[in-house]
Every structure is written in C-alpha cells, then in structure tokens.
C-alpha cells in the first residue's frame, strides 16, 4: 500500500522568507502523481500545484514551487516570498496513473510571522 | 458557478441516531469521494464511487454507508455503528481518466455527535 508522510507537523516563516515543506512517499509504481493542497482556516482544500512522475522538470506556479526527487521518493514543496494568507495546513498526496484515489499525509501546519 | 456543495455545514446528532451528509457537484465528474478528518490528521477515505450505482470502500468504511443513484449526488449516512463519528467530512470529485486530474473540494461537514 501507498504511503505518504509528512515529518514536519508544524513549520513557521517570516514573511517575504522562503520555507520548504517536506514529503516523502512509498510506492512500488513507476508511473504516479504528486499534489500539494492548501486547507487555510476555511477549511477549504485547495490545489497549489501538482507533478507527474514521468516528468524530470519540476512543477512550478508562481511563488510555489516542487522538488520532485524519484528515486528518494521526495516531493518537497517550496514556498518563496511568504505571504500572510500563505498560512495553512499543507498536505501532500499521492495517486497512482492507473487509479482515481488520493492518499495523503498528515499535514504540516504553516504559520507565517509579520 | 461550477462546484461541489455540502451541506449542512454544522451538523449534531445524539448517539444512536444515523445522519446522512449531502454532496452534490455541477462539474459533471465522474468520480466522486467521502474523505473524514480528524484534528491534527490527514484526510482519509471513506468511500469513493467511479460510476453511477457503483462504489468502492476505502480505508476506514465500517460504520459508513453511500449511495450513487445520479452522477450529481453522492450521500453519505453517518450509522450509529461508527464508533467515533464525530469529525469534519470532505466531500470531492475529479475527472476519471489518464491525465494528473486534480480532485475539486466541497466546503466540508462538521458533524458532533453527543
């Protein structure tokens, strides 16, 4: 079975500082895809960004950016330039080519600092 | 506005009783899933549906049950059999398919039963 951890519960940054977001997973599939979703105060589950595992380049959106690591199945996230309304609960999730569900990590809970 | 509603948002129920959460989506997916979290946790699946009147359990379904007779809706009923029932549930849906199709979030069901 897949597996997704998260060793970071809770993580803090000044803001307009960069944090990075660890993840690391477990499969035994070559073809997969990794997501990160943001889930602010609202409790609403947001996409930030996602990578294929067949692609080598790493996933970029605005100040968000992924460093996808296959072989040490690592998918970190990088957040550059913090903003206030960047404070949330990240969760990193897996899913394989083949299938529709997610598995998902614990969670690490971001706190940005005026 | 095309999106997945939940509700109600807030939800309490004495012991015993079985409640049925309501999930409805306008994005004309054709997966839809139950996710329940619980504080200082990832999201878990409960129960995940591909096709209409067809749906699969997932990692933690004792307790819980779905139907999915329109590709709208997916209910889920709270049983008094669930042990712990109370908690925050997601509902979400996604494209089926090759391709990293992201899964859309509903706004989520917090549910205390006492």
């Known amino acids: 079975a897949q597996t997704v951890t998260q060793s970071q519960p809770e993580m803090s940054v000044q803001e307009a500082e960069t944090v990075t977001l660890s993840c690391t997973y477990d499969?035994?599939?070559?073809?997969?895809?990794l997501f990160w979703y943001k889930q602010p105060p609202s409790r609403q589950m947001i996409l930030v960004i996602r990578q294929e595992a067949y692609k080598q380049q790493n996933a970029t959106e605005n100040r968000f950016s992924v460093n996808f690591q296959k072989a040490a199945k690592s998918f970190s996230l990088k957040i550059s330039d913090s903003q206030l309304g960047d404070a949330a609960m990240y969760f990193c999730a897996y899913r394989k080519a083949s299938g529709s569900r997610l598995t998902f990590g614990e969670g690490t809970q971001l706190t940005v600092n005026p | 506005d095309g999106g997945i509603t939940q509700s109600p948002k807030y939800l309490f129920r004495k012991e015993g009783q079985n409640v049925t959460l309501s999930c409805e989506q306008n994005l004309n997916h054709d997966a839809m899933y139950w996710y329940r979290q619980d504080p200082g946790q990832g999201l878990r699946l409960i129960y995940y549906?591909?096709?209409?009147?067809?749906?699969q359990k997932g990692d933690i379904a004792e307790g819980y049950s779905v139907s999915r007779e329109k590709k709208e809706s997916f209910p889920l009923t709270v049983t008094s059999a669930q042990k712990n029932p109370t908690a925050f549930y997601l509902c979400a849906s996604s494209i089926l398919g090759p391709g990293v199709h992201e899964q859309y979030f509903g706004p989520g069901t917090r549910l205390t039963v006492t």
């Open positions: 499969t035994s599939e070559s073809d997969y895809y």
């Open positions: 549906s591909q096709i209409v009147n067809d749906f």
